[in-house]
């Protein structure tokens, strides 16, 4: 187990709402990443954060926001959401920026 | 831009046969180039990187710079080897860390 965790694991809202996907890093980890899965674009990179810090954006939506919290976990935030924001939520973490990234279990969001 | 292209999307091939899984990049600079492993219903698992030049469950992938390529390769597939298999590209460059991934190419092993 790499020790990456995500809540919730499912997560079915309608199209319109806000939720919060969480993610808490491998004890130590400074480094925490957010990827999108889906089936039509594969696996994108959304955006890193390094120490509470936003190191890096991806193909984020200015619907979509994260932080990375003192305690080093991170929510990413979604709102006024679409149907195309169905999809497998994937957070990652590192001890440094440089390191293997671990991955947690993914949270499965579905946007009815 | 930095871009992995995994050409097969699927791949099938007898226990005991030899695995090849194609990835090809482009990168500018010096990347670092990783093969993730998914196995069903399991989240993503490090199965190699270039600059460890380990062998992983018989696995390896030599970093090819000339063609730009890290295919991974097994002489001898076995049927726990069936999963999805994510090639992947990291920058070196401060701010470039993240993973850009290929789309991945499902191997089944036929008993």
């Known amino acids: 187990d790499s020790g990456v965790t995500q809540t919730p694991k499912h997560l079915i809202t309608a199209t319109g709402q806000r939720v919060t996907l969480r993610c808490s890093p491998r004890?130590?980890?400074?480094?925490v990443y957010w990827y999108q899965q889906s089936l039509d674009q594969g696996l994108q990179f959304l955006i890193h954060?390094?120490?509470?810090?936003?190191?890096a954006k991806g193909n984020i939506l200015e619907r979509f926001s994260a932080q990375q919290f003192p305690d080093l976990h991170s929510e990413l935030n979604l709102s006024s959401l679409e149907l195309g924001d169905s999809a497998l939520y994937f957070c990652?973490?590192?001890?440094?920026?440089?390191?293997?990234?671990?991955f947690g279990p993914g949270t499965r969001l579905t946007v009815l | 831009a930095q871009r992995v292209t995994q050409p097969e999307k699927l791949l099938s091939v007898f226990k005991g046969a030899p695995v090849e899984l194609k990835c090809n990049y482009s990168?500018?600079?010096?990347?670092?180039l990783f093969w993730y492993v998914q196995y069903s219903r399991q989240r993503l698992q490090l199965l190699l990187r270039?600059?460890s030049r380990e062998s992983i469950k018989g696995f390896t992938a030599d970093l090819n710079k000339g063609e730009t390529s890290f295919h991974l390769k097994k002489p001898f597939a076995q049927e726990e080897d069936s999963a999805m298999y994510y090639c992947?590209?990291?920058?070196?460059?401060?701010?470039?860390?993240?993973?850009?991934f290929g789309t991945g190419t499902r191997l089944t092993i036929i008993p």
């Open positions: 990652a973490s590192s001890a440094t920026s440089h390191n293997e990234q671990f």
């Open positions: 004890s130590g980890d400074l480094s």
């Open positions: 954060y390094y120490n509470g810090e936003e190191r």
């Open positions: 990168y500018s600079g010096s990347p670092e």
């Open positions: 270039h600059i």
């Open positions: 992947a590209l990291s920058g070196s460059n401060f701010g470039n860390e993240k993973l850009t």
